[in-house]
């Protein structure tokens, strides 16, 4: 496979992936809100700037995101204990019953893969694409 194959698979995979994500959202949630909101899904009570380093954003995004979200009563925040002049935002309930109906679009999606490939190609999968995400997330 030359390069330019395997980049174009990647960007491929990259679009379908949004696509998929764009069809199981039927609230008008952006992606950067999407992804402020399973990022805290997957790490827990996070502030601002954790945010902004882990998703490789800046923090005016990061803001910008938190503000709608609010807004949607999807997060709150609290003051840190360690630093009274830093929020840590953490998701409401709503936030999780949002990303719990987004999350039954990303199982179809996994079953979908999963009947698709034997065990062997599913234990690569998971494989590869561990290396690749780990490639990507390097330097952040």
Avoid at 23 to 47: F, N
Avoid at 67 to 96: C, I, M, N
Wanted: hydrophobic share 35%; glycine share 2%.
């Amino acid at each position: 496979m030359s390069f330019k194959e395997l980049e174009n698979t990647l960007s491929l995979l990259q679009c379908t992936l949004v696509a998929q994500r764009t069809i199981c959202s039927p609230e008008k949630v952006t992606w950067a809100q999407y992804d402020v909101m399973e990022m805290l899904r997957l790490q827990g009570d996070l502030t601002p700037s954790d945010l902004s380093q882990k998703l490789g954003i800046s923090r005016q995004n990061v803001s910008k995101s938190l503000r709608a979200l609010k807004k949607h009563q999807f997060v709150s925040q609290y003051q840190s204990e360690t630093d009274k002049r830093e929020l840590v935002t953490q998701l409401t309930p709503e936030g999780e019953e949002f990303l719990s109906r987004a999350a039954t679009g990303r199982t179809r999606n996994a079953e979908k893969v999963f009947a698709s490939l034997d065990d062997d190609e599913q234990r690569q999968f998971r494989i590869l694409s561990r290396k690749v995400i780990d490639a990507l997330t390097q330097d952040q």
